[in-house]
């Protein structure tokens, strides 16, 4: 791994923005989506959900309480009953109006893009679901014709190995990233050819990413906010930064 940053890689280090621009608009909206695009983020991160009639909404929490003015599980509540809350005045007056995130809205709005952006896809809590989140996810992606793959707009990420073998039998040709919070069992190729441990356990333990990357795993970084902390994923190798603020973290590398 290079023990030393350049602006070559620097600037090669690619910024997932996390939640949408997450920081200065509500989380998981549209809003948030359109200004991390602007932004110049090279992917939008986005955790997915099922509602009670099964649509696929991207929603953090497994209750809407903290983002939105709605009371309830995520998975207890139809589309129209979620869509009937306000997920923008959270974050500011000037927020209000915003709603719950079809995940096939935002992948609509990446697409329609004038340049590529990506999609890093993180399934919550999905051993609850049965099966059924994965299988509405790689559905969703199969109608865009999105789910071999090849054009590499598309990646899965979970805490959960469980979920990750379930997406790589249904979408074996969809990158998968096996997320880690804490220092857990290493994931497995090819169920989970990337490794995205929090910036947290990095700081604690540095080594841990040329470890990953001696495995023969991509490594990706959650959630990295601080300039030092960009500073250190750039010097131990990371290839991708999960960020809420992909503005200031593009031009911190574009800087680099
Ligand atoms: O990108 C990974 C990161 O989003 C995982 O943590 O809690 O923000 O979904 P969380
Ligand atoms: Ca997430």
């Given at each position: 791994?290079?023990?030393?940053?350049s602006?070559?890689?620097?600037?090669?280090?690619?910024?997932?923005?996390?939640?949408?621009?997450?920081?200065?608009?509500?989380?998981?909206?549209?809003?948030?989506?359109?200004?991390?695009?602007?932004?110049?983020?090279?992917?939008?991160?986005?955790?997915?959900?099922?509602?009670?009639?099964?649509?696929?909404?991207?929603?953090?929490?497994?209750?809407?309480?903290?983002?939105?003015?709605?009371?309830?599980?995520?998975?207890?509540?139809?589309?129209?009953?979620?869509?009937?809350?306000?997920?923008?005045?959270?974050?500011?007056?000037?927020?209000?109006g915003?709603?719950?995130?079809?995940?096939?809205?935002?992948?609509k709005?990446?697409?329609a893009?004038?340049?590529?952006?990506?999609?890093?896809?993180?399934?919550?809590?999905?051993?609850?679901?049965?099966?059924?989140?994965e299988?509405?996810?790689?559905?969703?992606?199969?109608?865009?014709?999105?789910?071999?793959?090849?054009?590499?707009?598309?990646?899965?990420?979970?805490?959960?190995?469980?979920?990750?073998?379930?997406?790589?039998?249904?979408?074996p040709?969809?990158?998968?990233v096996?997320?880690?919070?804490?220092?857990?069992?290493?994931?497995?190729?090819?169920?989970?050819?990337?490794?995205?441990?929090?910036?947290d356990?990095?700081?604690?333990?540095?080594?841990?990413v040329?470890?990953?990357?001696?495995?023969?795993?991509?490594?990706?970084?959650?959630?990295?906010?601080?300039?030092?902390?960009?500073?250190?994923?750039?010097?131990?190798?990371?290839?991708?930064?999960?960020?809420?603020?992909?503005?200031?973290?593009?031009?911190?590398?574009?800087?680099q």
């Amino acid at each position: 791994a290079p023990t030393t940053s350049s602006p070559r890689t620097a600037r090669a280090v690619r910024v997932v923005a996390h939640r949408g621009a997450s920081h200065e608009h509500p989380e998981h909206t549209i809003g948030a989506y359109r200004q991390a695009i602007a932004d110049g983020a090279d992917a939008l991160e986005c955790d997915v959900r099922l509602s009670a009639d099964g649509r696929l909404v991207c929603v953090h929490d497994r209750t809407v309480e903290r983002t939105s003015d709605g009371r309830g599980v995520v998975s207890e509540l139809t589309y129209e009953e979620l869509a009937a809350f306000d997920f923008g005045g959270w974050k500011g007056a000037e927020h209000r109006g915003a709603r719950v995130l079809l995940f096939e809205d935002l992948l609509k709005e990446a697409l329609a893009a004038d340049r590529p952006v990506g999609l890093a896809v993180e399934t919550k809590h999905p051993t609850r679901s049965g099966g059924r989140l994965e299988a509405e996810l790689v559905r969703v992606l199969k109608e865009y014709g999105l789910a071999d793959g090849s054009d590499g707009r598309v990646e899965v990420m979970s805490f959960s190995r469980n979920a990750l073998t379930r997406l790589h039998r249904l979408a074996p040709g969809l990158p998968a990233v096996y997320l880690m919070e804490r220092r857990l069992r290493a994931p497995r190729p090819p169920f989970a050819g990337h490794a995205g441990p929090g910036i947290d356990l990095v700081r604690r333990d540095p080594g841990l990413v040329g470890r990953l990357r001696a495995k023969g795993l991509r490594v990706r970084v959650w959630t990295v906010d601080e300039p030092e902390d960009v500073e250190l994923c750039v010097r131990l190798g990371v290839e991708t930064i999960i960020t809420n603020r992909p503005r200031a973290v593009r031009e911190q590398l574009g800087a680099q």
